[in-house]
């Protein structure tokens, strides 16, 4: 049973830093692409980063690529999202994910259906 396991959300104030952990279990962790969505209050869940099982790049969302860094241990099974300078436009319920398939581009990797596994969520609140 795979199951992905987040903590490190809560509420924080803007400028403020905070970074998610999510450990896996149940899976072959060095071989899935782990990758990291939200869901903002209102809308659908979107793309913020990716690591593939390589771990030999990053992608980001653009309006987060100088603020988010998003990193694995594969000895932990763990993926991590490191948050810096929030905003409160980066309020939401954050989601981990795991997906075993190969992506050659930024439409697949930003794709939440071609991921396998979610964690259950961490809100994060930023406020102003």
């Known amino acids: 049973q795979v199951q992905l396991v987040q903590s490190g959300g809560g509420l924080v104030q803007t400028g403020d830093s905070l970074r998610l952990s999510c450990a896996a279990s149940?899976?072959?962790?060095?071989?899935?692409?782990m990758a990291w969505f939200r869901q903002a209050p209102g809308k659908g869940r979107e793309f913020v980063a990716r690591i593939p099982s390589s771990g030999d790049r990053t992608d980001y969302e653009f309006s987060v690529k100088d603020r988010f860094t998003i990193s694995k241990d594969n000895a932990k099974a763990t993926v991590y999202l490191q948050m810096n300078s929030l905003e409160p436009e980066y309020t939401g319920v954050y989601y981990c994910?795991?997906?075993?398939?190969?992506?050659?581009?930024?439409?697949?990797?930003?794709?939440?259906?071609?991921?396998?596994?979610w964690g259950q969520g961490a809100p994060v609140t930023v406020s102003s």
């Open positions: 149940g899976l072959t962790f060095s071989g899935y692409a």
């Open positions: 994910t795991a997906g075993s398939g190969s992506c050659a581009n930024w439409t697949c990797r930003a794709n939440r259906n071609r991921y396998d596994y």
